[in-house]
């Protein structure tokens, strides 16, 4: 099993940017597939960056390519997400996700592990 806890949430100004961390618990974090995904008010949540054990495979929603950046660091347990050019619909709840089958997913239902999310605000 793995404890998720994200850090890193905030009000920004449009054009801002903020960076998003993921610790994780457990001594196998290495095999686990990380990915962030964000929930909206009114909607359902939405995949927007994974990244394989390696860091070999990343993909991102197309709403955030050439904007967020996903990366991890497995000797020290997280992963993060830098968001550059925010916008203010990329207002959200972020959440991070583990899933531990080592296959590179961007459904939300295929994860098994979540965090319990962070606030992110982009203001006009």
């Given amino acids: 099993q793995v404890q998720l ?3 890193g949430g905030g009000l920004v ?3 801002g940017s903020l960076r998003l961390s993921c610790s994780a618990s ?4 290495s095999r686990y597939v990380m990915g ?4 909206a008010p009114g909607k359902e949540r939405e995949f927007v960056a994974v990244i394989s054990w ?4 990343i993909y991102y929603a197309d709403s955030v390519k050439g904007r967020f950046t996903i990366s ?3 000797a020290k347990n997280t992963v993060n997400l830098q968001m550059n050019s925010l916008k203010p619909e990329d207002t959200a709840v972020y959440y991070c996700a583990a899933d531990d089958t080592m296959v590179v997913r961007t459904t939300s239902s295929e994860y098994d592990y979540w965090g319990q999310g962070t606030q992110v605000t982009v203001s006009s």
Avoid at 54 to 57: D, E, K, V
């Fill in 26 to 29: 457990g001594r196998t974090f």
């Fill in 54 to 57: 390696s860091g070999g495979r």
């Fill in 13 to 15: 100004q449009a054009g």
């Fill in 72 to 74: 991890r660091d497995n």
């Fill in 36 to 39: 962030w995904f964000r929930q």
């Fill in 5 to 7: 806890v994200e850090s």
